[in-house]
């Protein structure tokens, strides 16, 4: 199995920003979904950002136009640029990558916790006002 090492996370006043990463210990053979959850306390993980080999993306409706997912394959890395942040961004976030990843019909947030993903440890992001 691949394992992800997530960094980045931390405190950040309202308005701020910060960047999250997540290298993965191998490349990850196509197809492969990976992306961004995080879990408030007491609730169940939501997905935030996803993007698969062939460069489709999606977004959480509530990080969209805030929230910038991307990759650097030759480094086997994952990021999440986080902007505009706000209190209510506050959670552990968590990294995943799920290869194969295969969908149809479906976000691809959506595909990537349908296709068994490999899960990072989480990191803390707090949001003061």
């Known amino acids: 199995h691949v394992l992800l090492v997530v960094s980045g996370g931390g405190s950040v006043q309202a308005g701020g920003s910060l960047t999250l990463s997540c290298v993965a210990s191998?490349?990850?053979?196509?197809?492969?979904?990976m992306g961004w959850f995080r879990q408030f306390p007491g609730k169940e993980r939501e997905g935030v950002a996803a993007?698969?080999?062939?460069?489709?993306?999606s977004y959480a409706e509530s990080v969209k136009g805030r929230f910038t997912i991307s990759q650097v394959t030759a480094k086997n890395a994952l990021y999440l640029q986080m902007n505009s942040l706000e209190p209510d961004d506050t959670a552990t976030y968590y990294c995943?990558?799920?290869?194969?990843?295969?969908?149809?019909?479906?976000?691809?947030?959506?595909?990537?916790?349908?296709?068994?993903?490999?899960w990072g440890q989480g990191t803390q992001v707090t949001v003061s006002q």
């Open positions: 995943a990558a799920a290869s194969p990843c295969v969908y149809r019909n479906m976000t691809t947030l959506q595909a990537l916790r349908s296709n068994r993903p490999v």
């Open positions: 993007l698969d080999s062939d460069g489709l993306i």
């Open positions: 191998s490349a990850l053979n196509r197809p492969y979904c």
